[in-house]
T-cell receptor
Framework: AQSVTQLDSHVSVSEGTPVLLRCNYSSSYSPSLFWYVQHPNKGLQLLLKYTSAATLVKGINGFEAEFKKSETSFHLTKPSAHMSDAAEYFCVVSDPGAGGTSYGKLTFGQGTILTVHP | DSGVTQTPKHLITATGQRVTLRCSPRSGDLSVYWYQQSLDQGLQFLIQYYNGEERAKGNILERFSAQQFPDLHSELNLSSLELGDSALYFC?????????????FGQGTRLTVV
């Protein structure tokens, strides 16, 4: 079974300051992990993904995330927030299942709303 | 543009009615997922199809059904609609079995039941 917990429902930062969005996961197998972003009234866009290669993953728009197996975490960071980063962010796990039987099912966290103040 | 097309973008209908939401996946993607997003429930997985066959079921109500056709497009049918079914319905597609199973999402269909 797989699950995702996003530790903060809301995060508020000032423009130009660092962003940290926290995510813990649970998976019975070696999972793939993703971060998606959703701007108001828009669809979900893939920010970055981890698929058992490098543990530090770089994504679009200056975001990156570090996979820490010992802590079962996949936190999303950005050194300097921009006003356009204001959106809702979802941490997602995809567990291959026993013998790869899950067929890529994605499990979403509850989302973190990021607010960026001028 | 993700390459996933959903129609219609908006739908307003009355309680008790039936609607069909349509999804065209990215070219080459065999897997289609349906998700429901509402303010109180967040993003909920409904159902997944892979190459025409149902592969995984989530929190999908019995009033809802889906199918994937030979050309790989998918339809989500919602019947006996209730006010609580008002939500944003997303379709996503992915290539499964490549070791990198990220899904690409459409823009969603916003359903309003009045």
């Amino acid at each position: 079974a797989q699950s995702v917990t996003q530790l903060d429902s809301h995060v508020s930062v000032s423009e130009g300051t660092p962003v940290l969005l926290r995510c813990n996961y649970s998976s019975s197998y070696s999972p793939s992990l993703f971060w998606y972003v959703q701007h108001p009234n828009k669809g979900l866009q893939l920010l970055l993904k981890y698929t058992s290669a490098a543990t530090l993953v770089k994504g679009i728009n200056g975001f990156e995330a570090e996979f820490k197996k010992s802590e079962t975490s996949f936190h999303l960071t950005k050194p300097s927030a921009h006003m356009s980063d204001a959106a809702e962010y979802f941490c997602v796990v995809s567990d291959p299942g026993a013998g790869g039987t899950s067929y890529g099912k994605l499990t979403f966290g509850q989302g973190t709303i990021l607010t960026v103040h001028p | 543009d993700s390459g996933v097309t959903q129609t219609p973008k908006h739908l307003i209908t009355a309680t008790g009615q039936r609607v069909t939401l349509r999804c065209s996946p990215r070219s080459g993607d065999l897997s289609v997922y349906w998700y429901q997003q509402s303010l109180d429930q967040g993003l909920q997985f409904l159902i997944q199809y892979y190459n025409g066959e149902e592969r995984a079921k989530g929190n999908i109500l019995e009033r809802f059904s889906a199918q994937q056709f030979p050309d790989l497009h998918s339809e989500l049918n919602l019947s006996s609609l209730e006010l609580g079914d008002s939500a944003l319905y997303f379709c996503a597609s992915s290539v499964v079995g490549t070791g990198s199973t990220e899904a690409f999402f459409g823009q969603g269909t916003r359903l309003t039941v009045v």
